[in-house]
Structure formats: C-alpha cells, structure tokens
C-alpha cells in the first residue's frame, strides 16, 4: 500500500492541473455552448446581450449560491421558489398595506425569507425529518401562504428608484441586482474556502458523524445554512419584484428545480461534501446561456425543457465518470 | 501472524450417535496477506449440537460465513451428507439445508411472521399469492417450536427473542438439517433461553445438528454436546464432551501466544487527570461506572462485544448522552452536552470506526487533519490552503503517516487511516485521549506503530484510555485494565493481577 501511495501524485509540470481537472466539465461546456451560439446567431455575441444574460440569471444566480451551501452540507432545500414568492408578497405588502417604507419593507421580506429557512433548519435537526420532507412541507406552506396574503392577487406599481434597481445600468454597465449576485458569489466563495466556518460545511455534508465527533455543531451549522438559504430566496425576491415591478404569489413556482439543476451541473453532488461557488455560477450561466441563445434561435420553450433535462443528464453523466477516473 | 506452539487436536470417534453430516477439511481463508482461517478441520454428526468458542476474531464469524456460503474459502473442502459441497451464495446453503442464525435479526419488520418465513418464495395459486397455505404452513413451523403466536403478526411487534424464533422457522420451512446460531442468547433473558434451549432440544431429537456460538460459557454444558475451541484463525480444542470445567475453556480460549513487541511505558505519575463516577448512559448501555486515570498512565478497557465499553467511552467524549454520574477532569467537573464541550474539556476520542466515524474518506488528508483544529492552524479567522497543507504535513511527519496533504484519505491503508485520525484528535491538545479499538483491521506490523504513538503520548503526560478486543493488547500496552461485562465494571486488574486468564474471566462473567 505504501509504495503505491507514493506514487499517486504525478508530477505534471503544470501547477493548476487540478483546477483544470476540476473545472473541466461545466466550464468546457459553458464555452462549448457560448461557440455553439456565437456561430448560429448573429445576435448572441455582443455586449449587450451578455448584459441581458446577466440580467436574466440574476435571480437563479442568488437562490444558486443558497443552495450550495445546503447541498455542501448534504441537504436539498425545495422550498426556495414558494419562499421567494412569499418574502415578495411580504414585501409588497407591507409597502402598499401597511404603509411602511419601501427600505423596511425590503428588509422584513430579507427577514421573512430567512425565518422560513429557519423553519427548516429546524424541522431538519430538531424534528428529526429528512431535508426533502421539512422542505417539500415548507415548500407548500409558504406557497399557500403567498397566495392568502392578497388572496392570490399580484401587488403592481413600486416606486421608480426600485424599479431602477434592476433595470439601470450602473456607470452603463451593471444594474444594483446584477452587482448584488456578483458581490455575494464572491463573498461566498471566499468564505466557503477561507474561512473555517465555511471549510466545515464540507465535512458535515461529508460525514455529519465524522464531523460532530471533531466538535462542530452541526445542527447549527444546519439551522444557519437552512436560515441563510431563506434569507437569499427573501433577497432574490426584491431582486424579482424590482424586475418585475409588482409582487405576484405566483412567482418563482419551479425555481427550486432549477437551482437545483445549476447547482448540479456546477460539480456539487448531491449525497454533500463536495461543490463549490465557482462551479455553481458556471452552472447558473450555462442554464442562463442555454435559455438566451435558444431564445435568439427561436426554439420553442418546451423544446427548451427538452434540451436543459438533456443538459443536467449530460453534466451530471460527465462529473460522475470523471470523479470514478480520478 | 505469530507463529504457534502445536496443540492436541483429538478426533472424535466416540460417543454420538450419528452419521457425520457436515465435514469441514482444512480450511484456510486469507485477505490479502492477511490469515484469518487456517487450516480447519472438523466433523459434525448428525443430531448434535457442538459448541464454538473463542474470543473475539478467532475465526469464528469467518468459519460460520463459510458453511452458510457467504464467504468462500481461499483453500480446502467441505462435505454435506456425503457430498462434495461448495455453497456460492447463502441460498445454495439454504437450498442444501444450512442455515446461519446471525445475532442481529434480518427480518422485515413491516411485514408479517408468515411473509418473513416465506419472503422471495411466496407460496402462489393460479399467479397469485396463497395466504392460507402460507398462513398454514408458517404456523405449522411456530408450532413444532413451541409458539404461540399468529402468523399474520407484524413482525415489529414481535420481542428480539421471538423474533430470533421466526429466524429459526425460516430456516427449518427450508428444510435445515443444520443450523448455526451466533450468539443466540446475546439479547435473551433467563426465560427465554430456556425456551430456545428446550426448542434445540426438540430439534436435535429430530435429527437437526447445530452449531453453537456463545460467549456465556456456563451455558455450555447445558446445551452443547461437545465444544471446539478456535484462537487466532485455528481449530485448537476438541473436547468429547461438554462436561469441561470453564477454566479449562478460558484456557484453551486465551493460550499462551508469542509475546508481542510492546514499548516500555514509564510509571504512571500520581496525579489523577480523570475521574469518572458511577457513570450510567442514558440508553442502559452501562451502569455505575466509575474508575480513574492519572497522568501518564494507560488504563486499557477489555470485555466482549456488546459489553458497553464503546458506549462508555463515547459517553465521557461527550457523543452519547449519560443518565446520571460524573466525569471530572483536573478537578472540574464536566457537563457533556456534545463533543465539543468534551474537547474543551480536553478529551480527545479516537472512535472505533474510522471510516464512519473519524474520516471523510473523499476529503484529502489535510482537511481530515485540519478537521476541527481551525484554531490551532491560524489565530485569525481566515485560514489558506497553504497553511492547512503545513499543519498538515507537520502531523504526517509527527505521526510517519505514509501519504501527502493533498492526497484523498480513501487511498490510504488501514493503519495510515488511523493514524490519521489520531493525528487530528492530538492536534488538538488533549489531556486526556481515548482510542476505541485503534489496531482493528490493522495489520500486525502496523499495530507497533500505533502502539509506540500510543506509549509516546504517556511518556509526555496524558492520560490514556485505550479500549480493545485484543487480549494481549490491552495487556501490552496498559499500566491497568478495566473489564467490563453487560454494562458494568467488573474489576480494574493491574500488575500480577493482570492475567489473560483473570481478564477473560470476568468478561465472561
């Protein structure tokens, strides 16, 4: 055994033969996808497209960077789609029903986000229930609850200075939300890899057992990964309704799958331990960039749905060999 | 392996009656380059119930997988009634009429006595399933073991011994002429042992044969006819009869083996790191425990499986919860929520299962190690891989772990796993270290290893605990043992005390 351990690491010469191992697969693809539009439509590659793409995957983008930190830890969360619907309604109606101004209002949608989150977390360690059960049920809960507040109606007509927040592009680049997703991937990421709060989400979702004998608390290190999960779906949905420009209850209704799915496509797998930020945002634009260039080409959205369940079999199929190589 | 003074190993002839339906001839199985069988050899006749003893990794577990086909054999052959016989599967087993009785039940426990009997061959009319001929024939079995019960009941709501019971009828549906019952009366009461001794009994006299595994000595001579004893993957005792007095057994259980190299440990100071008093867990896996360490000593704890010293430790790491007692470390006492209130204390576990319990076997050996020490790495809060692959490599070279920071823990043997996991449990400067089973599924030349970090971290004054199935281990390397039996300390042996013999006894107490 000893002899061949040593053996393991060969010596390449190249220094970021790991980052390249590792990132091959979403990125190669990503790139593969943006050659591929490039060259079928006239449209596709120009500045102000890309900007359109940004501003398109935004939302996905912040429910993304949630998702990986519950997948790292070896947890699903499908509740992200019906909390963005409700923090929104919140939002919206704490604004036009209560009177509270726009800023408050934002932040108690941020906070309604995070509680349900919370919610889970909880059912999670406490309740003792699977992540997809506590979920599915918060999932359900807070859809319901969405639609209650103005009894299924969307609330329209937020003032100009929000609307602008996702439609004004900054220095003539960058809209606030578009800036917002980039500020928290990078945030993230550093903390997923930099900080040791952020280095024991992998050994929970490595090994929750290995993990709580090494002296980490991982319920709530759980109930903090769920609760922040939340909080972006409730940040995700001012993004939203800025877009928007109204609250609708019936927003974000399938979102959790393709977070899930950019999630996945990113390298993260699903049984936890592994993922990243990085590959999660690469995830994110290659459903971004599928969706604009299919768009641009015309194809019809159900064949769209085609082609991405195509494209996470592929990803998924790709991570799955390779890692079985490596 | 060490190498073997010869042993007396008398055929029987005598006695039984019988013709001989299972012979076993020279079996040897390997792993590797690891023995865990060699060369076995013995007969059972038909009608007789042998006993099997020996201590934990005798052989015992391996030998019995062999007959029921779960495990084949590196060399050697069998013979069932006359017949070549070379079981591939458990159901080739079954099929010839072999069955093992595994100690922890493999039943369904949402479904009923009748369909756990008759699982994966339902008996069918015209396609469908016919509950009435399964009903009946189920019971018909429950009955010739003396059962009162329905056969439609779930069996979740049967008790662990009628459970074992179902196990039993599922085997003999099966027309088993033979059955090998491991542990048996691990989970019995009084009553009920005496209920399936006199089921034995009954089956015996129709002419089913058994063997028999236990660690409750005293049992023997009630229900076996003859005893084998096995040590160290050999056959090294045959008695005729089962009329042995237990010493005997003990003896013939333990041996004497080549002595092992052990390092020297320097004497013990007398200043008591760790008290523990009338320690009880909450689940009743021990009771009233209580013992202390001081530092530089190591205390060994010794029993058979099941015997709650797992438990106990787990519990003073702060992993399980306690029901009432203490555990006081340099005179504070402690309150164990989690194991991280244990490693304030300074109680560092190495737990028995390294690949479930003490590593993530796809992270590289630098997260392993960094693993909970983020604050010994770095005073600030942000942490580099590069200084995690220094941390790291510091305890590789400490601990002459073959491998580098960055490679995955998975690609490591055994021993470098442990050590390891040992590695991350002294990085975080503990008073007190407790390791469970540190040497299992490690090979012989890797155990010294393990045992010189282990007399290293006495000699630099921590007290140390060490749990082990392995008699002259826990023998070898502490200043004292303490035996445990069901739960409770039987005795804290130390010096001339300290014998195989006295060990063995009071874990079979």
């Not at chain 1, 309740?127 to 807070?142: D, G, N, R, Y």
């Not at chain 1, 709060?197 to 993990?211: H, K, S, T, Y």
């Not at chain 2, 076993?24 to 792993?31: E, I, L």
């Not at chain 2, 229900?223 to 084998?228: E, H, M, N, P, T």
Request: glycine share 10%; proline share 4%; net charge neutral.
């Amino acid at each position: 055994m000893s002899e061949i351990t040593e053996q393991v690491t060969p010596k390449t010469g190249f220094i970021n033969m790991s980052f390249v191992k590792k990132m091959s697969g979403p990125l190669v693809g990503l790139i593969l996808l943006c050659v591929f539009f490039s060259l079928t439509s006239e449209f596709f590659l120009s500045a102000r497209n890309g900007l359109n793409i940004l501003d398109q995957v935004t939302v996905l983008g912040i429910l993304a960077i949630g998702m990986t930190l519950v997948i790292v830890i070896g947890g699903i969360d499908l509740s992200v789609g019906s909390v963005l619907a409700f923090s929104m309604m919140m939002m919206g109606v704490m604004q036009r029903q209560m009177g509270l101004p726009l800023e408050l209002a934002i932040v108690v949608g941020i906070a309604t986000g995070a509680i349900c989150g919370l919610v889970s977390g909880l059912l999670i360690t406490i309740a003792k229930l699977p992540p997809f059960i506590a979920t599915l049920a918060v999932m359900s809960v807070t859809r319901g609850l969405a639609n209650i507040l103005t009894e299924g109606k969307q609330i329209v007509g937020y003032p100009d200075w929000f609307t602008s927040l996702a439609t004004v592009r900054q220095f003539g680049f960058l809209s606030m939300t578009v800036a917002t997703f980039i500020v928290l991937a990078i945030i993230a990421a550093i903390i997923l890899k930099y900080r040791p709060a952020g280095r024991n989400l992998f050994a929970i979702g490595g090994n929750p057992e290995v993990a709580r004998l090494a002296g980490i608390n991982v319920n709530l290190n759980t109930c903090v990964v769920y609760a922040l999960s939340g909080a972006l779906a409730g940040l995700a949905a001012v993004a939203f309704a800025a877009r928007l420009d109204s609250s609708q209850p019936s927003a974000g209704l399938g979102y959790e799958l393709d977070t899930i799915a950019a999630v996945v496509i990113g390298g993260a797998s699903l049984s936890g331990g592994v993922g990243s930020i990085f590959g999660t945002v690469v995830g994110v634009f290659i459903i971004g960039v599928l969706r604009n260039g299919l768009n641009l080409l015309g194809v019809s959205p159900f064949i769209q749905q085609v082609l991405i369940g195509v494209v996470i079999a592929a990803a998924v199929t790709f991570d799955t060999l390779g890692r079985k190589r490596r | 392996m060490p190498m073997q003074p010869d042993h007396t190993i008398e055929n029987t002839t005598s006695g039984q009656t019988g013709e001989t339906i299972l012979s076993v001839r020279n079996v040897s199985k390997t792993y590797g380059k690891i023995t865990v069988l060699k060369n076995v050899s013995f007969d059972i006749k038909r009608g007789e119930v042998v006993a099997l003893l020996g201590e934990n990794g005798a052989g015992k577990s391996t030998l019995s997988s062999i007959i029921a086909g779960l495990v084949t054999p590196s060399e050697g052959s069998m013979q069932w009634q006359g017949q070549p016989y070379t079981p591939a599967t458990p159901s080739d087993a079954l099929n010839a009429g072999l069955g093992l009785i595994h100690q922890e039940m493999r039943l369904l426990p949402e479904l009923s006595i009748a369909e756990n009997i008759f699982v994966g061959r339902l008996p069918t009319r015209s396609g469908r399933i016919d509950n009435l001929e399964m009903y009946r024939r189920a019971d018909e079995q429950l009955k010739r073991l003396g059962l009162n019960v329905s056969p439609a009941t779930k069996v979740k709501y049967l008790r662990v011994a009628a459970q074992q019971q179902v196990e039993i009828a599922k085997a003999l549906t099966l027309n088993a002429r033979f059955l090998i019952l491991d542990e048996p009366t691990a989970a019995l009461g009084g009553e009920e042992t005496d209920k399936l001794f006199e089921q034995i009994e009954r089956l015996k006299n129709e002419g089913v044969s058994f063997i028999y595994i236990s660690h409750r000595l005293e049992e023997i001579a009630r229900i076996a006819d003859r005893v084998i004893v096995m040590r160290d993957g050999e056959l090294v005792a045959n008695f005729d009869s089962a009329k042995v007095p237990v010493s005997n057994l003990v003896e013939a259980m333990v041996g004497r083996q080549l002595d092992r190299i052990f390092p020297h440990l320097p004497a013990p100071t007398h200043k008591p790191l760790i008290e523990v008093k009338n320690l009880s867990s909450a689940e009743g896996d021990f009771h009233d425990v209580s013992f202390t360490v001081s530092a530089g000593e190591v205390m060994g704890i010794a029993g058979i499986v099941g015997a709650g010293r797992t438990e106990l430790v787990r519990a003073i790491a702060g992993a399980d919860p306690v029901k009432s007692g203490s555990v006081t470390v340099d005179g504070q006492v402690l309150t164990l929520k989690s194991p991280a209130d244990a490693m304030a204390a300074g109680i560092a576990l190495v737990p028995e299962d390294r690949k479930l319990q003490g590593l993530v076997l796809d992270h590289t050996i630098g997260n392993n190690i960094a693993l909970g020490n983020y604050p010994r790495i770095t005073p600030r809060s942000w942490v580099t891989p590069t200084e995690i692959r220094n941390f790291a490599t510091t305890a590789i070279k400490r601990f002459g772990i073959k491998g580098s920071a960055d490679q995955r823990a998975n690609e490591l043997s055994g021993g470098n796993q442990q050590k390891i996991v040992i590695a991350r449990a002294i990085s975080s400067g503990p008073k007190i270290v407790i390791l469970d089973e540190p040497t299992r599924g490690i090979d012989v030349g890797a155990r010294s290893a393990i045992y010189d970090v282990i007399a290293e971290l006495a000699k630099q004054g921590m007290a140390v605990i060490v749990v082990s199935s392995d008699l002259d281990e826990v023998l070898g390397l502490s200043h004292k043992v303490l035996v445990m039996a069901r739960g409770r300390n039987q005795g804290i042996l130390s010096g001339t005390e300290a014998t195989r013999h006295a060990v063995m006894e009071r874990a079979t107490a």
